[in-house]
Structure formats: C-alpha cells, structure tokens
C-alpha cells in the first residue's frame, strides 16, 4: 500500500513508520516539524517526508494512496489546555479537513489515532467502544470531535477507522518523556528514585508503541467492512495497571526506592478499558510487549544514550516545555501554526 502518514516525525510516528515499512508498505511522510531535533538516537530516514501543516492538506497531496494514517496532534492534555481553540483546530478540525481531502482524492482507507481519554471519567467497569463518551479536558474533547466528523464523511468509498490507543510507553527516535512508564522510568535512571505525583492507586490503560504499530498494520490489512467506521480500543488487558504497580517494577529493575512528591494525592485521571473488541475483530494483533519489558528496554536504551535529568526533563523530551520554547520564540502562533521554518533549536540527536 502507499501511506502517508501524518505526524510521521512524532513519538509513535518513528516507530509506527520503521513497523509498516518493514511489513512492506511504501510510506510518505507529513509533519509540521514541532520536534525535530529532540531525537533519542537517530530518528528513521530513508523515506519521503514532508514538511507541511494538516490544516492546509490539498486534494493534490493526496491523490495516489491507499491510505491516510493521522497521527499528527496537540498529543496530551497539558498541551491541549494550553490554547484549547488550537488544540480544537489541529486535532479536530485539523484531522477532518485532512480526511475531507483523501476522500476528494480517492483514498479509500483512513487511520485516526483517537485515544481513550474521549472516555473520560468512566465508572469503575471496564469501558468498551459502545461506551459514552466523557471527556474531561480540551484534548479528550477534541478527539470526540474528531471522531464525531470522520464518522460523518464515512460511506462506500471512504472508510474511516478510529484507533482508541491507551496510554503509549516505550523507547522510540523521538521519546516522550512526558508519558506515565517512561516518566517514572527515566526520573529513576537520572535520579535514583522513582517519584510518584500521586498517591500510585489510579489504574491506567497502557500499550507499548510497537504494538500501537501493530494495531495500525492490522487495521490496514483488515477487509475494509471489518473496520470501515468501526472503533477500536487498542491495548491489552495485562496491561491496565495500577501506578504503583508500575513505581514497584521500576524500583525492582534500576534498585531505587519509590518516593511521593510532597502532597501527592488521588489522582482523578482511574479508568479501565475492554480490550476485546480488538482481540475479536482483529486477530492478527498480536501484542508482544508487557510493561516490564518496555521498563528494560528503556533502561537499556537510557544507559546507551547516556541520558541525564536536565535534559530528560526539558524540551527535548517533554512536549509541553518545547512547544512553549516555540511560541517564546516565535516560531509557532498561538494557533500553533508554523511561522518560519522550525530550526532544530536543541541540536543534533542525543
Ligand atoms: N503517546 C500516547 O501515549 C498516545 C496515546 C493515545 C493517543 N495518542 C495519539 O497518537 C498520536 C501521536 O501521538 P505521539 O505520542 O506520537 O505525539 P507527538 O506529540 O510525539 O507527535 C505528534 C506529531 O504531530 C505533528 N503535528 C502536530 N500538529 C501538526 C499539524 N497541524 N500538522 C502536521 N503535523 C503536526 C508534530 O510535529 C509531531 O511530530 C496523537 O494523535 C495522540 O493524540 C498518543
């Protein structure tokens, strides 16, 4: 298939495009830019890539693909508060003018990576995709939106497919440091002691990012009335565990003690998810990670890259401080649209 992926140069996008690449695919790439230069190794070459915004995607870039994947975002609720119109205008707007255009172009197939907090504030059942929606920020919020206007260009010829992704972990070309198992992981390897914000009972959904890249390709390799239109949480139900358990398994791996940050508290952010839909309709998706094998792998890719606290928690790693040093410097507006061309402001790549 030809794929262009949307957010190609993000956390997911440099382990999703190396994934469908080797399976086969040819990939083109479309990307604002937001991180480049905060890479965590090398990020992946070796394919078309774009430098372009979502919000100005024409019908004439997307003539000849088989498929859109959209990952481009304003991708976590931090983020999302900081300007809400622009998280709406990027994440909603953004993402269905880019599917109103593949359609125009004949692209029968597109890829939304939606996210379980349109959830929100769930009961204490497990959530399934017939669930109501709830979402309790700008960000949740703008993935319902999203959903809601994909669904409305959904017919015979164009096959919308939301992905519902639990929470991400993982080593990737472009780390996030800003996610909740690779934020424990890498404060106990550059500071000796795993710190929790909260008082470590809230559950959490989590999926490792290659098996995001795994739910992608098999969506994409699905028969189109499988997934045409369809929701899909994707995870596992091994890994929707509770934050301390996480804390336990990161103290165990590097030898260091769990400790609160003063005040930490309940965390309102407790929901559980139903992973079976997936399991059910999509048999190919065969989840390879678990937490304590993405906690080594991240440890052992720390180690190699020699990381340190300063730069574990600035802007090379944590989306909200770089896109802040983008505005500061004006290279992004307030609508969070490029002004100029981002320099690689952090240099070259870890
Ligand atoms: N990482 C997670 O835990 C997680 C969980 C659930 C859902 N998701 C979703 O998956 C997607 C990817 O997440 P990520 O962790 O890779 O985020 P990320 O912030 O690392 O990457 C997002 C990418 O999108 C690009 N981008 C943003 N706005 C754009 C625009 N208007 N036009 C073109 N490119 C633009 C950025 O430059 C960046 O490269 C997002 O939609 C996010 O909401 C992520």
Known sequence: MQILVAGDRGYLGAVVVPYLRRAGHHVVGLDAGWYDGCGFGRPAGGYEQRTGDIRDAEVDDLRDFDAVVNL?????????????????????????????????????????????????????????????????????????????????????????????????YGSSPLLRADIVVNNLTGVAFTRGEVRLQSDGTPWRPLVHAE??????????????????????????????????????????????????????????????????????????????????????????????????ADDFEGPRFVRLLRIRELLAEGWLDQELRTTAVTPALLGDPA
Request: glycine share 8%; charged share 25%.
């Open 72 to 168: 481009a975002a304003v991708s976590n609720d931090p983020l999302g508060h900081l300007n809400p119109e622009a998280t709406y205008s990027v994440n909603a707007h953004g993402a269905v003018h880019l599917g109103r255009v593949a359609k125009s172009a004949g692209v029968p197939r597109y890829l939304f990576s939606s996210s379980c907090s349109l959830y929100g504030a769930a009961g204490d059942e497990p959530v399934t995709e017939d669930a109501e929606f709830n979402p309790v920020t700008p960000y949740g919020q703008s993935k319902v939106m999203a959903e809601a206007g994909l669904a409305d260009l959904a017919d015979g010829d164009f096959s919308p497919t939301y992905l519902r992704n639990a929470t991400a």
């Open 211 to 308: 098996d995001i890249a795994r739910a992608f390709l098999a969506v994409l390799e699905a028969p189109r009335d499988v997934v045409h239109n369809r929701a899909f949480n994707v995870g596992r139900d091994e890994d929707v565990v509770q934050i301390r358990d996480i804390a336990a398994q990161v103290s165990a791996v590097l030898d260091v003690p769990v400790t609160f940050v003063a005040g930490a508290g309940p965390d309102k952010r407790d929901y559980r998810v139903d992973f079976s839909r997936i399991c059910r309709l999509l048999p190919d998706f065969k989840p390879e990670w678990t937490v304590a094998s993405g906690i080594d792998e991240l440890v052992r890719d720390m180690h190699d890259h020699g990381l340190t």
